[in-house]
């Protein structure tokens, strides 16, 4: 009897997949551009709270850490590790949410495991490509 109530309490593994799959759905980073928000970087009123609005559709809390991690990567390079020591996550929410952060091209991996996260200097290069491709595409 003890046995087949122990299986009863773990999830199914179906579950367990789709949930995974939620999770990591819901924590891509995809960077809304507002047109507005010209004149607030021109009048420096711009800061990384608003980057992560335009940035992230996480839950508050989410963001809050995404924003503690960029803050931490942009005093200097850490490891994964690291990360995980200094900001009180689950393991498996800051795994995705750095993942998203890389995926979006924000931060890049080491070379391997242990290797330090470091933040992207291709994410402004990309941004003023797209930047420039729109301006040459809507004026034709």
Not at 36 to 62: K, L, M, Q, V
Not at 69 to 76: F, G, K, Q, W, Y
Not at 83 to 103: D, G, N, Y
Not at 113 to 128: D, K, N, T, V, Y
């Amino acid at each position: 009897m003890r046995q087949l109530n122990a299986e009863k309490s773990k999830p199914a593994e179906n579950d367990l997949t789709e949930h995974y799959g939620r999770q990591k759905k819901e924590s891509a980073a995809r960077l809304r551009v507002r047109v507005g928000d010209a004149d607030r970087i021109a009048a420096s009123r711009y800061t990384i709270y608003d980057f992560a609005d335009n940035a992230f559709s996480f839950s508050p809390a989410r963001k809050e850490l995404a924003i503690k991690i960029l803050t931490a990567l942009r005093e200097r390079p850490r490891p994964f590790a690291e990360l995980e020591s200094e900001f009180s996550a689950p393991k498996s929410t800051l795994f995705l949410l750095v993942t998203a952060l890389e995926e979006s091209g924000l931060v890049v991996f080491g070379g391997g495991r242990g290797e330090p996260i470091s933040l992207s200097a291709e994410f402004s290069a990309s941004l003023r490509a797209n930047a420039d491709w729109w301006r040459k595409w809507s004026k034709k």
